[in-house]
């Protein structure tokens, strides 16, 4: 398959496993998240106050609600392509096998998803949701989405992870075994790191059993720990222009098998860095950036 950009977005991926597009759908069944407490308390310092709900959510409560509006905005965006039910925002798998079954599969069985993908945290994937999501394997694409952040134990400790770079190889394993794919994310440009820190990050984490990647910048949310930090004793954030050269050299380092799903943060509320490019122009000039340098994926690995 050739790719039409210089890594493998998740467009091409998709089009290539499928033949057509596919498209999430993306829902918030309001679990919330076991490492912050209701009213924005505690979790990582760099985390939304909506533990970063999707735009399409935000008009509904309901699952139901939610999906139905999620698909009517990828029809009328998009038009015809596959649907993967996303489930998104704080952590996924923060409740009962009983609460996913009965949230998921009325919607699993009501609407044509081929896929199903579920953010989580490495912390939190009990023996029972493994084996859940095992049966749900059997007759659809399931994916967890792994906030592994950075490898760095010092930079865990300073955003308030509260778990280990070995409890999320632990996690991938354990997906590996259990036959479930895994896409991990990184965030990028973390308070403290050095471009030697990420660089020694994504060596780790291309080196694990996973199936595909999203690569995040930096953006300092508002009502966030991290911009009550950042106001207080200002650090240097960085700018998107910065990332799209770092970016490219993470990028020509992945192995060339791995589907990017994300190179760009896109989020409501940042405070810094200052915004210069729209989603679509930041691909844009990293596409015109790498083909001019004639770069690509896994070259340099
Ligand atoms: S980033 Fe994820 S794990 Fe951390 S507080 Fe937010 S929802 Fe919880």
């Known amino acids: 398959m050739k790719a039409s950009l210089p890594w493998l977005s998740h467009k091409d991926w998709a089009l290539a496993k499928w033949g057509v597009p596919l498209y999430r759908v993306p829902v918030d069944p309001g679990w919330g998240c076991p490492h912050k407490k209701p009213g924005n ?9 909506d533990g970063g709900r999707a735009r399409q959510t935000l008009r509904a409560d309901l699952p139901a609600e939610q999906v139905g509006h999620g698909i009517r905005f990828v029809r009328q965006r998009y038009g015809k392509g596959l649907l993967e039910l996303y489930i998104q925002a704080y952590t996924a798998t923060f ?18 998803f081929v896929s199903l993908s579920l953010g989580t945290r490495p912390d939190c994937l009990p023996p029972a949701t493994i084996q859940l999501l095992q049966e749900w394997n059997q007759h659809l694409d399931v ?6 952040q ?3 134990e010092k930079t865990l400790l300073r955003i308030n992870r509260q778990h280990t770079w070995a409890k999320s190889k632990e996690a991938v394993g354990k997906l590996q075994a259990a036959g479930l794919k895994s896409c991990m994310h990184l965030l990028f440009g973390l308070p403290g790191e050095s471009s030697d820190d990420m660089f020694a990050t ?4 291309t080196a694990l059993p996973i199936q595909a990647l999203k690569l995040h910048n930096l953006h300092i949310i508002d009502g966030s720990l991290l911009a009550e930090e950042w ?26 098998h791995l589907p990017l799903f994300r190179v760009f943060t896109d989020s409501e509320n940042r405070l810094a860095p200052p915004s ?14 790498m083909r001019k340098r004639a770069w690509f994926q896994g070259e340099l690995t």
């Not at 308390?41 to 106050?49: H, K, V, Y």
């Not at 989603?279 to 015109?288: A, C, N, P, R, S």
Request: aromatic share 8%; proline share 6%.
């Open 202 to 205: 994504l060596d780790e984490v």
């Open 276 to 289: 210069e490019f729209s989603k679509g122009e930041f691909i844009h000039q990293l596409e015109t950036e």
């Open 95 to 112: 409740s009962s096998v009983e609460a996913l079954k009965a949230m998921i599969e009325p919607l699993l069985a009501e609407h044509d």
């Open 41 to 49: 308390i505690g979790g990582c310092t760099f985390c939304a106050e």
């Open 150 to 152: 950075t490898a760095q």
């Open 231 to 256: 106001k207080n004793r200002p650090f240097p954030v960085l700018p998107e222009s910065a990332w799209l050269e770092l970016v490219m050299q993470l990028i020509r380092r992945i192995p060339a």
């Open 143 to 148: 994916w967890v989405e792994l906030g592994a």
